[in-house]
C-alpha cells in the first residue's frame, strides 16, 4: 500500500495565479480530509468528505478556495487568485471511518504552497 | 465550534526523563481523542489514542483521558533524543479537529 499520495510536493505562483493540489487516499478508505499548516496557526482544518460527498466545509476560505472528489481515487484543492497568506503546507489525510468516529487519519507528506 | 489547546508550547528535557504534554478541548461529546507526531519536514502519524475515560499504555507512552475536565495528556517515559518532534493533540466531533502543538526537544 503506497500510503496517501499528495500531488506536487513543492508548487510556488505567483499573486492572482490558480494552484490546484491533488490527492489520492488510501484504497479502500471512506474519508477524505484536507488541512493546512502553517508556523501561526498550525494544522487548520479545511474540507472533509466521506463515501466522495462534502460533509463539512467549515474552514474553507469561501471566496477563492474549492475542492472536489470526484471518485474514489482521488480529490482536489483549488485556490483562485492566490494571495501570499496562502503560503502553506496543504495536507491532505485519509481514513476507514468505521462506525460513529473518523479513526486514525493517514496523512500524506504534504504540498508546499508558496505565494510570491 | 470545538476549541483544542496543548501545553506547553515547546519543551526541552534531558534523555530518560518523563514528558508530559496537555491538551484541553471543549465540546464535551467528542467521542475519539488522539495524540499525533510529526518529526520536521515529515507527515503526522498517529501515535495513540483513546475513546473512553481512564488510561492506556504502549511501550514508553502512556495517553490518559478525562472527559469531566475536557482534559487529556500524553505521558512519555523515558523520553530519547529520537522523540524530538511536534506533538499534535486531536479530537473528533464528526470532523477532525487538531491543537497547535507542543515542540518537544529531547536532548542527549
Known amino acids: 500500500n503506497a500510503g496517501v499520495i499528495q500531488t506536487p510536493r513543492h508548487k510556488v505562483t505567483g499573486k492572482g495565479q490558480e494552484a490546484t493540489l491533488w490527492c489520492e487516499p488510501i484504497?479502500?478508505?471512506?474519508?477524505v480530509f484536507w488541512y493546512r499548516q502553517t508556523i501561526v496557526q498550525g494544522l487548520e482544518f479545511l474540507t472533509y468528505?466521506?463515501?466522495?460527498?462534502?460533509?463539512?466545509d467549515s474552514g474553507m476560505p469561501k471566496e477563492r478556495f474549492s475542492a472536489q472528489m470526484p471518485n474514489q481515487s482521488h480529490s482536489t484543492l483549488k485556490i483562485q487568485s492566490t494571495q501570499p497568506q496562502d503560503s502553506a503546507v496543504y495536507l491532505c489525510?485519509?481514513?476507514?471511518?468505521?462506525?460513529?468516529?473518523?479513526?486514525?487519519?493517514?496523512f500524506g507528506e504534504g504540498s508546499k504552497l508558496t505565494v510570491l | 465550534q470545538q476549541k483544542v489547546q496543548q501545553s506547553p508550547e515547546s519543551l526541552i528535557v534531558p534523555e530518560g526523563a518523563m514528558t508530559s504534554l496537555n491538551c484541553t478541548f471543549s465540546?464535551?461529546?467528542?467521542?475519539?481523542f488522539a495524540w499525533y507526531r510529526q518529526h520536521s519536514g515529515k507527515a503526522p502519524k498517529a501515535l495513540m489514542s483513546?475513546?473512553?475515560?481512564g488510561e492506556k499504555e504502549e511501550g514508553r507512552f502512556t495517553i490518559h483521558l478525562n472527559k469531566a475536565s475536557l482534559h487529556f495528556s500524553l505521558h512519555i517515559r523515558d523520553s530519547q533524543p529520537s522523540d524530538s518532534a511536534l506533538y499534535l493533540c486531536?479530537?473528533?466531533?464528526?470532523?477532525?479537529?487538531f491543537g497547535t502543538g507542543t515542540r518537544l526537544q529531547v536532548l542527549p
Open positions: 489525510a485519509s481514513s476507514l471511518r468505521t462506525g460513529g468516529n473518523t479513526g486514525q487519519l493517514y
Open positions: 484504497s479502500g478508505h471512506s474519508a
Open positions: 468528505f466521506r463515501n466522495q460527498a462534502p460533509i463539512d
Open positions: 465540546d464535551s461529546a467528542s467521542q475519539y
Open positions: 483513546i475513546f473512553s475515560n
Open positions: 486531536a479530537v473528533d466531533t464528526n470532523k477532525v479537529v
